[in-house]
C-alpha cells in the first residue's frame, strides 16, 4: 500500500447519484433528480447571461482572490472586504479551515446527523472529529455541546438549517452557545440552506458578531452559491469573519482554485432577486404539499427549514427502489446514521407530486408517527 496508513480506515463521502446507465436499464425516460438539494428550478438567467459573456475569456487565469465578488458580497452584507472570502464551494472552505486551524492534538465538534463531508475531510487529513447527538427531535441541545466541549476541542461546527434534518438553532440557543465558547475556540455555523429559513426566530445579528475584529468569541458564517443561487455545478461558497481568521485563510489560500465563469455568475446571481425569490418560493410550495400529505398519511418526518425533507422508513431499500422505478432519485441516509431514513429535495409541483404519489403508493413502506 503505497498511500498513507491512516486512509485504509478513512470514510469517503458517497454522493446521492445513482449510476446513468441504471436509470437506462430500467428505461427510465423522465427522471426527477431529489438527492443532492440542488436548486429544481436550474440556473438563473442572469447567471447564465454573465457566463455566455465571460466565456471568451477562460484563456486568462482567475483573480485567486475573487475581489468583484468578494467586494459585492462584502457591500451586501455591510462588512469589510477583509471579513470575507470566496472559495471553490464550501466544501473547499471546510478544508482550508481545517488545514490552517487544527493541530493533530485538537479536536472538531460535529452534530449527528449531519453533513458527511466534516468527518470525511477530518477522516482524509488524520485529523480527530467527534459527535455531539442532537436531540430524538433532531432539534439542538446545546447543554450537549457544552458537555463534550473539551480543552482539545478547537472547532464547533453547527449547521442550521441541518442537512438532513433541516432542524435550526434558535437565535435563544446560538447565543447561551456563543457566551459557552472559549477565546481560543473557533465556532462555525454553516448556513448553506440559510435562504430557506422563514423561522421566525433565526438569528440576525451573527453576521455582525463574526466580523467585529474586537469580539472576543470567534465565529464563522460559512455560505454556499449551490442552494438558493444553483450553482453547485461551477463551486462556489463565501464565507463571513474577522480579519484575524481570514488571515488564517489566506495563509493556505491555493490559487486560482475558483473559476472565472464562477466568480461572474456569482455575481450576476446576487442581482438576480426574482429568481432567488422563486426559489425560495418553490421551497415554501413544496413544504405546504408534503406537510399537508404527510400529516393526512400519519408519516414520520420532521419539519425544516431547508430545501429538502426528512422522513423515517421501514425499508429504506424497498422505498429507495419505488422511488427508483418512478424516476425520482432520492438520498438514503444510511450514511448519515439513520439506515431507515430518507431525504427528499423538494422539486417542482409535477416531482412533489411524483413523490407522494410513490408514497401512497407504498404506504405499508413508510414509518407512522
Ligand atoms: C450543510 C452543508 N454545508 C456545505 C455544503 C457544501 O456546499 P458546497 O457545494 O458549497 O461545497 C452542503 C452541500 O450539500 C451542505 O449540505
Known amino acids: 500500500m503505497l498511500y498513507r496508513k491512516h486512509l485504509a480506515q478513512a470514510f469517503t463521502y458517497k454522493s446521492g447519484r445513482p449510476p446513468e ?16 438539494n440542488e436548486n429544481y428550478l436550474g440556473p438563473s438567467p442572469k447567471a447564465l447571461e454573465a457566463i455566455n459573456k465571460a466565456k471568451n475569456e477562460i484563456h486568462i487565469y482567475p483573480d485567486t482572490l475573487c475581489s468583484e465578488l468578494r467586494e459585492k458580497i462584502a457591500k451586501l452584507y455591510h462588512v469589510n472586504v477583509d471579513n470575507t472570502l470566496i472559495g471553490a464551494g464550501s466544501s473547499e472552505l471546510i478544508s482550508m479551515l481545517y488545514t ?3 493541530e493533530p492534538d485538537e479536536r472538531v465538534l460535529k452534530p449527528n446527523p449531519s453533513f458527511m463531508l466534516y468527518k470525511v475531510l477530518a477522516s482524509f487529513m488524520n485529523l480527530q472529529c467527534e459527535d455531539f447527538q442532537l436531540n430524538p427531535d433532531f432539534s439542538y441541545n446545546i447543554d450537549t455541546i457544552i458537555e463534550k466541549n473539551t480543552p482539545e476541542t478547537k472547532i464547533i461546527i453547527v449547521v442550521s438549517p441541518n442537512n438532513p434534518t433541516g432542524t435550526i438553532i434558535t437565535q435563544q440557543q446560538m447565543d447561551k452557545l456563543i457566551s459557552s465558547l472559549r477565546k481560543d475556540q473557533i465556532l462555525v455555523v454553516d448556513e448553506a440552506y440559510i435562504e430557506f429559513n422563514d423561522a421566525e426566530n433565526s438569528y440576525d445579528d451573527l453576521i455582525k458578531k463574526a466580523v467585529d475584529d474586537n469580539y472576543e468569541k470567534n465565529i464563522i458564517v460559512l455560505r454556499t452559491f449551490s442552494k438558493v443561487y444553483a450553482l453547485a455545478g461551477l463551486r462556489l461558497g463565501y464565507l463571513f469573519a474577522k480579519k484575524q481568521i481570514v488571515e488564517g485563510f489566506l495563509k493556505v489560500l491555493k490559487p486560482f482554485t475558483v473559476t472565472s465563469l464562477a466568480e461572474k455568475a456569482g455575481v450576476a446571481s446576487l442581482d438576480d432577486t426574482l429568481f432567488v425569490n422563486k426559489s425560495i418560493q418553490l421551497v415554501k410550495d413544496g413544504r ?6 404527510f400529516d393526512r398519511l400519519n408519516l414520520d418526518y420532521t419539519k425544516g427549514y431547508g430545501n429538502f425533507i426528512f422522513i423515517k422508513t421501514l425499508d429504506i431499500n424497498k422505498v429507495s427502489e419505488a422511488f427508483l422505478e418512478k424516476g425520482v432519485v432520492v438520498r438514503p441516509c444510511a450514511q448519515f446514521g439513520y439506515e431507515q431514513a430518507v431525504r427528499i429535495t423538494y422539486g417542482d409541483a409535477e416531482a412533489n407530486d411524483q413523490v407522494v404519489k410513490v408514497i401512497k403508493e407504498n404506504l405499508d413502506l413508510f414509518k407512522r408517527k
Open 21 to 36: 446507465d441504471l436509470l437506462k436499464a430500467k428505461g427510465i425516460k423522465k427522471v426527477y433528480p431529489l438527492a443532492s
Open 288 to 293: 405546504k404539499k408534503f406537510y399537508s400529505e
Open 100 to 102: 490552517a486551524f487544527l
